[in-house]
């Protein structure tokens, strides 16, 4: 089965009757999304016999992409450091299984959307040269005029950072294009020692993914120089960078792998609002995206079909990390050697692919930090990277304690709660210890106390047992107060209730905070983030701002085709004690019906890549730009 082919070349008419207008988006992998993500493994669902452990919880969203050493370190690519400063980028070392204080480097990104640092690959011969490379998106967002550009460049390692002035351009790849959405970035070496990179269609440009005049939708292939091969497929057909060009058809390649030993590719591309592919890398094959996503009739030899594809049918999908099992020491039954890992950050779930028969199994569930990448250590471990935090997946049959219980604060007379999350071969017993004395009674997961000024400075730990063992949790601070200190209250005066909005418009938002204590709050107590909302999840649009009492913001007339998208705007205000209060606003769109219709009735076009038969109609946003083929 191949990808429909273009309309034939025979005399049409068709006409688009209107009442909206708007433009493809599609549904995307946006890794700025979840700045309240909650741990990974809270809820986690995995398979009898298999732990999660947290190795960090102290990443800064949002994480992208990360590549182990051959010494055991882990390099972790954060996409930009989030409220700290969101024009960098940062690479974390993760040695011994500590996350390390010191950034191993930084870069200077744009980072709307998914741009920012999003690639991170070790050279083969890293044990000789102590290579790094890094792709991201560099620029200025405040530069007049703004500035982007898709940058691949390298860093020595000296110890655990990265010597001073070594960063070395290894390729530019150009301007960015539209507004940050399907930027991909992921990087990694072949087994023939190449560097391989993948990039989306930018949104904006989706007939880019099957021009050769443009690396928008490739995958692309260099030396690890910069220069490029000249065995490349189309390096005798195009000129310039375009000849870095190895692979074409994608519309979002936000991962791929390459197993160990076979050098076999899987590119996990993000799909419309249709499919998820998972493709299998060939030196000029063509996807076919955006003819069609998945297996698309009738036949065409042009396009190579996907080896697995998975539908929308149950809402919300994004294909996300990908790894093959193949560690050099396995720890996993022998089962799942060779076998490929994937995941979806939408529908929290990790798969396993047998690419060579393509039958597909569950793995993990309920993974509720959006997760990006997947990677398997050098024992044998599966690695997942969240939004900021990194597990570990180990077959093992003691418990293993997947969220640790975390410091409370409360004040005199209210109640103070702990809570354990484990895994592991059932049934599981908890014994809670007050500085490290069991305390009678305190059996489940959770313990609860009336604090006291006596409790004040008091540590608790759960001890987890089953037939195989037990394992001890960290202790977690308890701090009493003997003050009550009454949360702030933030008020949004604009937008009002009932807002309402069409593509292209602009909304401005402003607020106030008040406390009980402190009476009215100053502007430095305000802080603001404004999501796009899709369906069940939803992407960070802008912020966080802070210390601002409002602004505006101008929607663009490109955006998600899904009707069921609205913008929610959130105020969240702090008082001198640190308590805070967070209140929302949602601006919900106008939405028409538009129909395309053909003459004579029955034609196929397509809108946003898919095939439609005129008349077809569907709702929309008010003010958005359609693509139509």
């Known amino acids: 089965m191949n990808k429909t082919p273009a309309l034939k070349a025979y005399s049409r008419r068709w006409q688009l009757v209107a009442v909206a207008v708007f433009a493809v988006l599609m549904m995307t992998v946006a890794f700025t999304l979840a700045s309240t993500s909650v741990a990974l493994a809270q809820g986690i669902t995995l398979l009898p016999g298999f732990n999660d452990t947290v190795v960090t919880s102290s990443l800064r969203y949002p994480t992208t992409a990360m590549a182990f050493a051959p010494d055991g370190r882990l390099f972790i690519a954060e996409g930009h450091v989030a409220n700290t400063n969101p024009t960098i980028g940062a690479v974390r070392v993760i040695k011994d299984g500590a996350l390390l204080p010191t950034r191993f480097a930084t870069v200077e990104v ?37 500035t982007c550009r898709h940058i691949v460049s390298r860093f020595t390692a000296n110890g655990d950072v990265a010597a001073a002035n070594s960063q070395v351009l290894i390729a530019d790849l150009g301007d960015c294009l539209g507004t940050g959405f399907h930027n991909s970035g992921a990087t990694h070496f072949g087994i023939d020692g190449k560097l391989y990179t993948a990039i989306g269609d930018q949104n904006s440009c989706r007939s880019c993914a099957q021009s050769l005049t443009s690396i928008f939708g490739k995958l692309l292939r260099f030396n690890p120089d910069g220069t490029i091969p000249t065995d490349n497929p189309f390096y005798n057909s195009t000129t310039g960078l375009n000849r870095s060009i190895w692979a074409m058809g994608l519309r979002n390649p936000f991962n791929f792998a390459v197993q160990p030993g076979t050098g076999r590719i899987h590119i996990n591309d993000v799909g419309g609002q249709a499919w998820e592919e998972i493709n299998v890398g ?21 396009f190579t079909d996907p080896l697995y594809a998975y539908n929308h049918d149950a809402g919300c999908a994004a294909i996300t990390g990908g790894v093959f099992y193949n560690p050099a020491t396995p720890s996993f039954p022998n089962e799942y050697i060779g076998k490929y890992f994937f995941m979806d950050w939408c529908r929290d779930w990790i798969k396993v692919l047998d690419p060579d028969t393509g039958e597909v199994t569950d793995f993990a569930s309920n993974l509720l930090d959006p997760s990006t990448a997947l990677a398997v250590g050098p ?13 570990k997946i180990q077959y093992t049959d003691r418990p293993a304690i997947s969220r640790q219980p975390t410091p409370v604060t409360v004040n005199v007379g209210e109640l103070a709660t702990f809570e354990v999350v484990a895994s592991g071969n059932p049934p599981l017993s908890y014994q809670w210890q007050r500085n490290g004395v069991d305390i009678p009674g305190a059996t489940s997961s959770t313990y609860s106390l009336t604090a006291t000024l006596a409790d004040n400075g008091t540590t608790f730990r759960s001890i987890v047992t089953n037939a195989s063992g037990n394992t001890t949790s960290e202790g977690a601070l308890l701090t009493v107060r003997t003050i009550a200190n009454q949360p702030p209250v933030g008020t949004i005066t604009q937008p009002g209730p009932n807002a309402v909005y ?3 418009d602009t909304i401005t938002f402003s607020g106030s905070a008040t406390d009980p204590e402190d009476g009215d709050l100053p502007v430095s107590a305000l802080s ?7 369906n069940i999840h939803f992407h ?6 802070n210390g601002v009492a409002g602004g505006s913001f101008t929607l663009p007339i490109e955006d998600e085709t899904d009707d069921n998208v609205w913008y929610r705007i959130n105020l969240t205000v702090t008082d ?7 209140s929302y606003r949602d601006v919900i769109p106008l939405k028409s019906t538009i129909t395309v219709a053909t003459d004579p009735p029955g034609l196929q076009v397509t809108l946003e890549g ?12 008010e003010g958005l730009q359609r693509a139509l083929g």
């Open 502 to 504: 069409r593509a292209g």
């Open 610 to 621: 898919q095939p439609v038969v005129g008349p077809h109609s569907t709702l929309s946003v």
């Open 110 to 146: 744009r980072s709307e959307i998914e741009r920012g640092l999003t690639g991170i690959a070790i050279d083969p011969d890293f044990a000789t040269n102590q290579y790094v490379y890094v792709r991201y998106t560099a620029g200025s967002a405040t530069a007049d005029p703004p």
């Open 528 to 534: 603001w983030v404004i999501n796009l909302h899709h």
């Open 576 to 582: 001198a004690d640190g308590s805070t209060h967070t």
């Open 282 to 302: 060939q030196a000029g094959a063509n996807y076919g995206w955006p003819t069609c996503e998945s297996d698309c009739s009738p036949p065409n030899p042009t």
């Open 379 to 391: 024992d044998g471990a599966l690695y997942v990277l969240g939004n900021n935090s990194l597990h």
């Open 540 to 545: 960070d649009y802008i912020g966080p701002l």
